[in-house]
């Protein structure tokens, strides 16, 4: 089993940039494939990006495609997020979760351990 705990969110002017990072605690994070999702009010849960095991694999939604990157570095257990030209349409709140599958996943049912979340406004 995982704890994750994600930080680095905040408020930010649209333009500007946010790096999120999810620490992970308990089981070593190079035995989940990871991935990020994020949620605004009203609005249902969407995926953001995911990366494999090794993090030789990527993924990133087409909304965020270009101006989001998801890296991991399993020495410190950690995955990240960096968010560059923030959009208002950004704002959410943002999660990592972690899979045991072994490719990466893009669907938040194939996730089996989440964190609690880290606010991400971004004003206009």
């Known amino acids: 089993q995982v704890q994750l705990v994600e930080s680095g969110g905040g408020l930010v002017q649209a333009g500007a940039s946010l790096r999120l990072s999810c620490a992970a605690s308990g089981r070593t994070l190079s035995s989940y494939a990871m991935g990020w999702f994020r949620q605004a009010p009203g609005k249902e849960r969407e995926f953001v990006a995911a990366i494999s095991r090794g993090g030789g694999s990527t993924y990133h939604a087409n909304s965020v495609k270009g101006r989001f990157t998801i890296s991991r570095d399993n020495a410190k257990n950690t995955v990240y997020l960096q968010m560059n030209s923030l959009k208002p349409e950004d704002t959410a709140v943002y999660s990592c979760?972690?899979?045991?599958?072994?490719?990466?996943?893009?669907?938040?049912?194939?996730?089996?351990?989440w964190g609690q979340g880290t606010q991400v406004t971004v004003s206009s």
């Open positions: 979760a972690a899979s045991e599958l072994l490719p990466l996943q893009i669907e938040d049912h194939k996730y089996d351990y």
